[in-house]
């Protein structure tokens, strides 16, 4: 087989059905670029979570006669909470900041608002018990178990922050495999179409080699390859496309969004590259092979 003759038959293709090639790149760009998306926020959310495991806790804010009395957690109730919480299974850890310690945390928090430090007393600020918790444990529970309890005056739950923000991201990943699915059915269409509008054109040139005797894998080749170098063509935008989303919204210097989702640069659009580029490849030449099977008759 002459590797010029196929080439040369690659490029005539692409050349004579350059408006429905420019769609098909196209299509097959941004439909790689949505599903790079969601396969970053899949890593994203792999991190977060990782990050927040060993980090996630409850916080219960005692009320103002305890904050006030009690600075040690050392009379009840805060010393029999701190007890209960101790040996209630899941809980890793707790420990107490009395008022004075939340003032002096609330103003290194909010230094750069000095307007507001100066606007807040000590004595708003409640005395707070830090419960840690092992991974896995469902912290919903361990709030709802003690949310009612003498000395209680409310209760923080970080689990149901990083539950909201998981299912916020699940969300975005699910719309961005969506819309990559529509488009990639309207890149198949388009890619069955052009090899068989391509096939359709050369019909006269292919009958004629298979009469002299050319087999049928030497004459739908170029309309093969035509497939993949279209789509790959698209895979490469669709990745250049990816490396702009990510320079926009992260800056492209792994930096993070809230502190949360760290780490998102162009590395990891580096390592997701690689699949969008094989799946260019294989749905380009499965596509290409189904359509030349069942419409192409030479």
């Known amino acids: 087989m002459r590797a010029s003759f196929v080439f040369s038959e690659v490029l005539t293709g692409l050349r004579r059905n350059f408006t ?3 769609a098909m790149i196209l299509t097959t760009a941004i439909s790689l670029t949505t599903l790079g998306a969601g396969l970053l926020i899949v890593r994203a959310v792999g991190e977060v979570q990782e990050n927040f495991a060993s980090q996630t806790e409850v916080q219960i804010f005692l009320t103002n006669d305890s904050s006030a009395t009690d600075t040690s957690c050392s009379q009840s109730p805060c010393a029999d909470l701190k007890s209960q919480l101790q040996n ?5 850890e707790v420990n107490y900041e ?5 003032f002096e945390r609330f103003k290194k928090i909010f230094a750069a608002q000095p307007q507001l430090v100066e606007l807040t ?3 708003a600020l409640p005395a ?10 469902p912290t919903e529970v ?23 923000l998981f299912s916020k991201l699940n969300t975005i990943r699910d719309v961005a495999f969506g819309f990559a699915v529509v488009l990639a059915v309207a890149a198949l269409l388009l890619i069955s179409n052009t090899v068989q509008l391509s096939a359709f054109n050369r019909r006269t040139e292919v009958g004629i080699m298979r009469l002299v005797g050319a087999t049928r894998w030497y004459t739908q080749l170029p309309f093969l390859l035509e497939a993949v170098v279209s789509g790959l063509v698209g895979a490469v935008i669709g990745i250049g496309g990816l490396l702009a989303l990510v320079g926009a919204v992260f800056g492209g210097g792994g930096s993070s969004i809230g502190g949360i989702v760290t780490s998102m640069g162009i590395g990891d ?3 997701v590259s690689p699949i969008l580029l094989g799946v260019s490849i294989v749905i ?7 359509t030349l099977r069942l419409y192409v008759r030479h």
């Open 20 to 22: 429905m090639t420019i």
């Open 88 to 92: 209630t299974y899941g809980v890793r």
């Open 98 to 102: 009395n008022r004075h310690q939340v």
């Open 121 to 123: 007393r000590e004595q």
């Open 128 to 137: 707070t018990l830090h419960v840690k918790t092992n991974p896995g444990t």
């Open 142 to 164: 361990l709030a709802q178990q003690f949310k009612n309890r003498p000395g209680v005056k409310s209760i923080g739950d970080q689990g149901q922050f990083v539950r909201d």
């Open 269 to 271: 659009v580096l390592l």
């Open 284 to 290: 380009s030449a499965l596509t290409g092979y189904v």
